[in-house]
Each structure stands twice: as C-alpha cells, then as structure tokens.
C-alpha cells in the first residue's frame, strides 16, 4: 500500500509539469487591414505596367476599339519595330553613354573621397571642410543651379554635347554618395584597418583590398541610385541640349508624343517599355547587393 500510495504522489507532480509546459494557443487577430491596403498598393503598382505593357502590344486601330485594360486578340510587335527605326537606338546608346559617365566617375571619386574623410578621424580641417561642402551639395536642388549650369556649360563651350550632361550628373551625384558611403566605411571595425598597417599595407592598398570589399552593398546601392536618377533625367538634357542627335530617352520620349506619335499611343508605350527595361535588369541584376546595402544601412 504504502508503494501505490508513493507511486500515486510521484504521478501528480509530473501530470501537472506536463500541464504547465504546454504551450498556450496563440489568439492573435490576422491583420486585415494591413492585408487590404497591401493588396491596394500592390494594384496601385502592377495595373499601370500591365496597362503599359498590353497596350504596346495592341495595333493603333485595336486600342480606340477595344478596352483599354483588354488583352489583345492578334498581339503584335510592330509598335517596337516602328519605334526601333525611329532612331530609339541612338538615344538608347546616349543614355547608355551619359549614365556610364557619370555613374562610373562619381562612384570611385566618392569612395575615394568617404575613406578619406573616415580615416582622417576629425584631425584634418581641410577633410572636414570639405564634407562639409559635401553635406551642403545635398540641401541645393536641382532646380535652383539650372541658370549657373546652363552659364557655364556655355562658357567652357560644351553646349550641345554628351559630356554637358555627364559634368553636371557627377558634380550632383557626389554628395549622397559620399555621405552613404562614408556612414559604411566608419562602420567598419578599426582594428582591421591597423592590422592592415601593421602588415606593412599602404592606404592605397587598404582602399582597395579592405574598405571596397567590405563596404560592396554601399557601393553597388549608390551606382543603382545614380544611374536612375541619370536615366530619369529630363531637365538637363532640355536644357543642356538642342540636337536631335544629343537626345536621351526621357527627352526622345517627350518627342514622340509631340510629333509623329502624338496620336499613336501604342507606339508611345513601346518606347516606355523599351526605356524601363535596361533599369529593369540592372535591378534583378545588383537585387541582392541592393537590398544588402539598404538594410545595412537601416540597421546600422
């Protein structure tokens, strides 16, 4: 008796342990509003690009007699064909050309110019001047150095040329650059950088071998933001140039909806779709370093 007794007791702790481990259900609510508005935004986004897209897909006939919103019966690629003998390949290649010039240049100088500044640690006033300067190129838009722009491209006799766009392109992309840049590189532990001295590396060599590789995501983040907002550019190329020849897409596009094409929507939205597709693959290309560089720079 007295061993049922004992066994009766030993059972009584582990059924209510076994009660006390069991994990309570989890009563929280789905977040329907937050779902809706997801799949509004997620709308808002997608049904414009479909529009564009089927659209350039449909005869001009076939878009005034149709839904807009329709999938075409007979698709057809004339509208890119027509586009594409328009001269859209030479404006293709001088977007190709001003974004090149102006992401490659302003992407190394501005590196260059953050390790500089990191690694000076506040003892030289001349680099703190200079970020200084650097901080204050962010708060002047645009829109208000178009007349100074447009003077001194006159005066050093560039007008009407490839390299109006590219010069003005660099002097606005360093300063982001180098502030995005120079928050990646103070990031980096220091004790990397004395080990590398202690080695008997040159600071060219630290650039290079330690800083770039480490601080790639920031790199590859702000030569994506560069060239879309060079690919983008309307105001420099309307004011910075006159032939036809000197056109980037963005002013080549303003173009077909005022001349020939005015009419032609079709055609219009073919020439959009060619202009979204080299960003398009730039972006599925440098995805990954691109949202590496954007999250390390939110957690850090």
Known sequence: MTVTHTSRAAKRPATSGAHGRRPAKSRQRPNWLGGLVS??????????????????LKTQSNYYLTNPFAPPGDPTLDNYRLVI????????????????????????????AAYAIVRSSGASRFLRGVNSLFLMGLAIPLQATVIPVYLLIIKMQLYDSLTALILPSIAFAIPLSVLVLSNFIRDVPKELFESMRLDGATEWKTLWGLAFPLTRPAVVTVSIYNALQVWNGFLLPLILTQSPDKRTLPLALAAFQGGPYGVNVPAVLAS???????MLILYTVGRRQLLSGLTAGFGK
């Open 39 to 56: 799949w509004l935004w997620l709308a808002v986004v997608l049904i414009p690009i479909y529009w564009i897209v089927v659209t350039s």
């Open 85 to 112: 003998e328009m001269d859209f390949p030479l404006y293709f290649l001088n977007s190709i050309i001003v974004a090149i010039g102006t992401v490659i240049p302003s992407v190394l100088f501005s590196f260059m």
């Open 272 to 278: 959009v779709v060619l202009t979204i597709l080299p």
